[in-house]
């Protein structure tokens, strides 16, 4: 399956001007990073489509706060096709004004003997950012 390749939100066009097509990992990492900034709930049509981040700034870092967005970020990634196994979460920051982690996952069809994707990202007031 094909779909049309985003920037930062845009879309990628082609050298002749095309509108850019990904398909494979590339597509499995952008539908990953694309759900990661989605609120769950956010589009109507699509209710359970996002991953309900920012319900965790009103919480105390706690490890028990930890396992949970750990767990709802590792639950996002599963939807997708992508060696379960290879699924880590780490939260790197989590202060007043925001939380900040990592996630690394491995697309099924990549080869194990390569490096997993990695996605940093920040959680807070304004939404959720991937720092990359």
Not at 29 to 48: A, M, N, P
Not at 101 to 126: E, M
């Amino acid at each position: 399956m094909a779909d049309l390749q985003l920037k930062n939100g845009q879309f990628v066009r082609t050298a002749d001007g095309d509108l850019a097509l990904i398909d494979d990992e590339e597509l499995t990492i952008q539908e990953v990073r694309h759900e990661f900034i989605t609120e769950k709930g956010e589009i109507d049509l699509h209710s359970e489509y996002g991953a309900p981040l920012l319900q965790f700034l009103h919480m105390e870092q706690s490890e028990e706060a930890e396992a949970a967005i750990a767990n709802v970020i590792a639950e996002t990634v599963k939807k997708y096709e992508v060696d379960e196994n290879s699924i880590h979460v780490t939260i790197t920051r989590w202060s007043l004004d925001g939380i900040r982690g990592r996630v690394s996952f491995r697309p099924v069809d990549r080869s194990l003997q390569t490096q997993p994707t990695v996605v940093d990202f920040s959680v807070s007031y304004q939404g959720v950012v991937l720092l990359d």
